[in-house]
């Protein structure tokens, strides 16, 4: 079946400017993630969803940084007021429901590539 | 002490030999262990999990946990080229989210 989508796959947008990333789950998946990888770094946790509880935001490196998930299923990123330091792949990756595969596995979609001028 | 602990390498493997790959937890309540592979330029994608001490192997891979010295490996019998890659270790934490380790980049040479 389909994988997990995102998009753009690139944005390029000017300091200072807002951006919002999109992330469509495989069908069926109840929790979401997000995470920024910086060139030749390890993954960062942004956000997390999980079904309708309250999604965990302990990541979020601002209050620029904002996500919401609609419906249960597509989420988006937005970004304001942008900074060249935001400039990494944002990654979306989705989990199915706990009583289904194994607990934790987590299927990534292709990214998104943000580049601040 | 980082949560996840992985050499970041490069480990330089020759071809056909086995690629030994590391990694050791913080958190003695993880019950669920996930390696991912990242090919430069793409994103993770999962290659095996383990959750009972011992072995488990899929074909040229092995993963090997010891949850009483908190050790996590993998194990590429026969390395490829294509092999080459980054290895991400990533523990099941609460809330079943994983807690990742930074990455082994592992370069097999022909």
């Known amino acids: 079946g389909a994988g997990v989508s995102q998009s753009p796959s690139n944005k390029v947008t000017e300091k200072g400017k807002d951006v919002e990333l999109r992330c469509d789950p495989i069908?069926?998946?109840?929790?979401l993630y997000w995470y920024r990888q910086s060139l030749g770094q390890g993954l960062e946790f942004l956000i997390y969803?999980?079904?309708?509880?309250?999604?965990?935001k302990s990541g979020l490196p601002s209050d620029r940084f904002s996500a919401e998930r609609t419906g249960g299923s597509v989420s988006t990123l937005t970004i304001q007021r942008t900074q060249q330091e935001d400039s990494a792949v944002y990654l979306c990756?989705?989990?199915?429901?706990?009583?289904?595969?194994?607990?934790?596995?987590?299927?990534f979609g292709p990214g998104t590539r943000l580049t601040v001028t | 002490q980082k949560e996840v602990e992985q050499n970041s390498g490069p480990l330089s493997v020759p071809e056909g030999a086995i690629a030994s790959l590391n990694c050791t937890y913080s958190?003695?309540?993880?019950?669920?262990f996930f390696w991912y592979r990242q090919y430069s330029g793409k994103s993770p994608e999962l290659i095996m999990f383990?959750?009972s001490n011992g072995d488990k192997e899929d074909g040229r891979f092995t993963a090997q946990l010891n949850k009483a010295s908190q050790y996590v490996s993998l194990l590429i019998r026969d390395s490829q080229p294509s092999d080459s890659a980054t290895y991400l270790c990533?523990?099941?934490?609460?809330?079943?989210?994983?807690?990742w380790g930074a990455g082994t980049k592992l370069i097999i040479k022909p």
């Open positions: 990756a989705s989990s199915p429901p706990r009583f289904l595969g194994v607990p934790g596995e987590q299927y």
């Open positions: 069908s069926g998946h109840t929790a």
């Open positions: 969803f999980q079904g309708n509880s309250a999604p965990d």
């Open positions: 958190d003695r309540g993880s019950q669920s």
């Open positions: 383990i959750y």
């Open positions: 990533a523990p099941r934490g609460i809330g079943y989210q994983l807690i």
